[in-house]
């Protein structure tokens, strides 16, 4: 059966707290196996040339990415009136942040939750978001997260923790609190030099908006790059993102992936499920509008996707 999660309710037509709470306690009593955070840290009024959405020229960036909330305080409020969920974030843009305090935040939460937390991590594209907010250049994001990924490792392990790169040094220090569990991390990225470092360094593959049969070829290079890197290919997994606007049913033919109604969505994950995708969430926070609507159509998406026997 796969796992089958939902975001949370971040973006400014929602009310910081109160929804995600009310949203949280919902899904996790629907039956929902994880509910998922991402980071939009500003949105530039210049949206033009590489300023674009996803660094596309000139693409405009959508109006809901104004005023989201912080994905890891979003995702403590989650875990404060939850029990069971997992607790993801997808994506956290590991070069904006100083790479010990995100691994010290991240393990606290697991602490706090009981071992629910699923670390989802990217490298970036905004070069306004660097600008504005990160202790490394946007050219170094690469280096960035391997820079994290070797400092959360000693992080999250036993004390004395120690580590040296290019710009951070411990030689030996206590750092507390640890995990409750292993903390799986989840890579995102779809170029070569993105999914060689999947097949070294992660438990598994983050894609968002990527078709199903995109999906499954990506997953057989990635399986044929971590055999060559001399780990068991099946090892790596995949949480396949859902990036949803709109819930109006599509009159298309043939329909692009991830468009339509609920009932349709349900083919796009019965399609992800068939390519070897273990976990699909879906973006639903931005498609309705409130809190209620939200807690309704997730309950109809658990329903109707069990139902498929999915």
């Known amino acids: 059966m796969v796992k089958l999660g939902v975001s949370l309710p971040q973006f400014q037509h929602y009310t910081p707290g109160k929804d995600v709470v009310t949203a949280a306690k919902a899904l996790e009593e629907i039956g929902f196996d994880s509910l998922w ?6 949105v530039p009024e210049d949206q033009s040339g590489p300023h674009g959405l996803y660094g596309v020229p000139d693409l405009p960036w959508p109006d809901a990415y104004r005023g989201v909330t912080d994905p890891l305080t979003t995702l403590a409020m989650a875990a404060a009136v939850t029990e069971r969920v997992e607790l993801g974030t997808g994506v956290l843009v590991v070069p904006l942040h100083l790479p010990l305090r995100l691994a010290k935040q991240l393990a606290t939460l697991d602490a706090a ?39 959360a490792a000693e992080v999250w392990g036993p004390n004395p923790v120690r580590f040296k790169t290019r710009r951070y040094e411990a030689a ?36 968002t908006a990527v078709p199903p049969a995109g999906v499954g070829a990506t997953l057989r290079r990635l399986r044929e790059l971590a055999e060559e890197a001399g780990r068991d290919p099946r090892a790596i997994s995949c949480t396949a993102q859902i990036v949803t606007g709109d819930l109006t049913e599509s009159r298309e033919q043939p329909r692009a992936p991830y468009t339509g109604s609920v009932a349709q969505l349900v083919e796009d994950v019965a399609a992800l499920v068939e390519v070897g995708v273990e976990h699909v969430y879906v973006t639903l926070p931005a498609a309705v509008r409130d809190v209620d609507e939200l807690i309704d159509r997730a309950a109809e998406l658990h329903e109707r996707v069990r139902a498929a026997g999915l």
């Open 37 to 42: 955070t991402f980071e939009r840290v500003l």
């Open 172 to 207: 030996a220090a206590d750092v507390g609190p640890k995990p409750a569990r292993r903390i799986p991390v989840l890579l995102a990225g779809s170029t070569e030099r993105a999914l060689a470092r999947v097949a070294r360094r992660a438990d598994g593959w983050l894609p």
């Open 113 to 151: 939750s009981g071992g629910r937390v699923i670390a989802g991590l990217g490298s970036g594209w905004s070069p306004d978001e660097f600008a504005a907010s990160a202790p490394v250049p946007l050219s170094e994001r690469g280096r960035a997260m391997d820079d994290f990924l070797d400092i």
